[in-house]
């Protein structure tokens, strides 16, 4: 049962333009959803965040948008620089007392110059 | 270190063998996750540790893996027999409480286990 899923598994764009990562998630019951950004040999570095009472929250060149309807939500890089090339992880935090995070197989960003 | 510390960083080991990885979270961090990515695949949960409450173990695939964490310090994970499914890297990562609040969980670089 995959929870959170990010059907793109890889995603090329040029620098100076926009990223955009998706995300789809089915349970209901996430109240926080997260971005995780990893290089490789390295451990994910925390990226953003959205509560589920939100439908954007932005910092910097990052934005996530929430859909909660459609259980969706994108992260938007602007403008993509070379060095946001990575693999980025979309995760969901169960509510309530179990603070479980579960995420997606991630999407390899390449940012070209 | 002021990071989350890990190790060994690399272990190479035989099928059936006993292996355990260690996990230093930061300081003060109450909260502690072992997840592990097996090639290809993304990042899947294996226990999570809060303070003094009683682990959640849900994640854990099969009666082989064990993890113990004494008070809010270090973590061992430790996979009984292994095969070579258990290949992985297995990450550890800590947070504050109120970083559980948030989501924002700080990982260690990993211990990449292959199991021939």
């Known amino acids: ?3 959170v899923k990010q059907n793109s598994p890889s995603l090329s764009v040029q620098e100076g333009r926009i990223s955009i990562l998706n995300c789809d998630y089915t349970n209901s019951m996430f109240d926080y959803f997260l971005w995780y950004k990893k290089y490789p040999a390295e451990g994910p570095t925390f990226l953003i965040s959205i509560s589920s009472i939100k439908d954007k929250n932005e910092d910097g060149r990052f934005t996530v948008f929430l859909n909660k309807s459609a259980k969706h939500l994108s992260l938007h890089i602007v403008p993509s620089q070379p060095g946001d090339s990575a693999v980025y992880f979309c ?3 169960s509510g309530g007392s179990n603070y479980k995070l579960t995420f997606g197989k991630g999407t390899l960003l390449t ?3 | 270190g002021a990071g989350v510390s890990q190790s060994p960083s690399n272990k190479v080991t035989e099928k059936g063998k006993d292996v ?5 979270p930061i300081s003060g961090h109450t909260a502690l996750y072992w997840y592990r990515q097996r090639l290809g695949q993304g ?9 003094n409450s009683a682990p959640d173990k849900s994640g854990l695939p099969s009666d082989r893996f064990s993890a ?3 008070g809010e310090s270090v973590s061992t ?3 009984q027999r292994t095969q070579q499914e258990d290949s992985a890297v297995y990450l550890c990562a800590s947070s504050f409480v109120s970083g559980v609040n ?3 969980l700080f990982f260690g670089e990993g211990s990449r286990l292959t199991v021939l």
């Not at chain 2, 355990?20 to 230093?24: G, I, N, S």
């Open chain 1, 1 to 3: 049962d995959q929870q």
């Open chain 1, 91 to 93: 995760g969901g935090r």
């Open chain 1, 111 to 113: 940012v070209n110059p």
């Open chain 2, 20 to 24: 355990e990885l260690r996990c230093d």
């Open chain 2, 43 to 51: 990042l899947e949960f294996l226990i999570y540790f809060q303070g």
């Open chain 2, 68 to 70: 113990e964490r004494t």
């Open chain 2, 77 to 79: 994970l430790t996979i």
């Open chain 2, 102 to 104: 948030t989501g924002e």
